[in-house]
């Protein structure tokens, strides 16, 4: 019997997920008129246009695929349903660490049988070799931060650093991160897979990037915030810890305000509620994909057009990134497709971890961000450039149709974000991208190469960097959430509420 089209669809959806459509067509995976439709050049629509509502979508969400009038289907969204719980329940004799494409699974795994880092990364050598090296950390459901008496809520001190990330701040504040805020790259890596369960090879590369952004790349310290003594310069630069501009902080945030208009570091209540809005608008209550694809594309059409200085370059990958990781491992991890406001307000909003909150059961990878990364891109796609002397000028940076290489060249560019200074600096970063970001971007099919032309010219810097970063943060129970709230509504989306999660009264107390 000659398979039927949703069943081909189905099977190419769940064996070859994540996979880019230019290999599944050339594994003879795709559909032959999805076939036909991607080497035609449609499906992703016109550059300037953003995609109706009522419209099918861009992209199939699982697989990457250019989708055709059909897809968004109730049969369509079943097989979605079914592929995620297929990767969540993946069973143990099931698991193959040899494949092309690891599911998380077979990359823990993988990890834990090949050797240091996984076979990822080779022993750490000369400017790198004093550093500590992260470790895979357990994985799958569990209560964050549950009973456990050294991961309770302590509110930051007067010495103690926060930045701008909302979730870094909430593992500080819960001591899975130095309490201090200030903390080293395996320190951060580590703590980024116990409390959120995210996959090692992200940890690793979020945590690298810190690093990068502005931290002792010798010592492997760097701050959550600001500037701070605590963090040797032994380079001889000063230091601005996540809170330089242009690298994690960045314009066209979630809760921040664009650098131009001054206060750039403390939480942007408007910013907050249009998120809110778009959550009701278009995710039904609910913080997932399609609201925070307008969240993200409304954001950068506002930042470009009030903006003189707004930068859409080597970065562009963080807007993105950021909004995926808030809708992909936020959410409780018993009911892990349901990012809703009772399980996200709290990370923003009080810095801090909801109550009886579990982390996914399944990791959140690597692979898995980059391909986000791609799809948020083109769910309106924007030429990369900047604003300057009154126009946008645009970057001679060609974006590849496939969501996993737009997030893969996303990544490349940010690893070469950092500023060429002095030649002690130069030497650090190349040893950091050549013995630690290319090896894990290389294990996630993402080859820096591909792109190393376009790095120097896809990143801005800016000659008045910010030297007094401070904390950042001034947002801890800023909004003291409304704990019963199970949508967002406009008194619980950051106005003053005088109430309190019972969690939250106890560790205060």
Known sequence: MRPTYSVLLAYASAAAALCPMSELTRRGL???DLKEAY????????PAQKRQDNDPPILDPVSGLLSPPGLGTEHHNQAIEEHIRARMEERDEDVDIDAAI?????????VAERGLIGGLLAPLTGILSALDIPTPQESGLKAIPGDDPDHQYIAPGPTDVRGLCPTLNTLANHGYLSRTGVTTFAEAANAIQTAYSMSFDIAVFLSALGLLAGGDIPTG????????????????????????????????????GDRYFGDNHSFNITRWNKLVSDANTYGNGLFNTDAVKHNAADQVDASRAENPEFTFGGNFAVIYATRALLTRPLPNGTYPNTPDYKNIA???????????????????????????????F?????????????????LNISIPEAPAQIGCLGASLLASAAPDVVEPVV????????????PVLGGAACDISDYNQDGGDAYYTSDDEDTDGGSGSGITHLGEWDAESEKPTGQSAGQTRRRRSARAIKVQA
């Open 378 to 394: 083109l769910f309106k796609p924007q030429p990369l450039g900047r604003n300057y002397n009154g126009a946008f000028v645009p």
């Open 102 to 110: 690891l599911t998380p699974k077979a990359h823990k795994r993988h």
């Open 30 to 32: 795709a559909p032959e």
């Open 427 to 438: 030497q650090a970063v190349n040893a950091l991208k050549d013995q630690i970001i290319v």
């Open 221 to 256: 310290k760097y701050t959550i915030g600001g500037r701070d003594s605590r963090v040797p310069e032994t380079l001889g630069v000063p230091l601005y810890g996540l809170d330089r501009h242009g690298l994690f902080e960045i314009d066209a945030s979630i809760s921040r």
């Open 346 to 376: 709290p990370f923003y909003l009080n810095e801090t971890f909801p109550d009886n909150w579990y982390r996914i059961p399944n990791s959140y990878s690597l692979v898995d961000l980059l391909g986000d990364i791609g799809d948020f």
């Open 39 to 46: 080497l035609r050049g449609e499906g992703l629509g016109a």
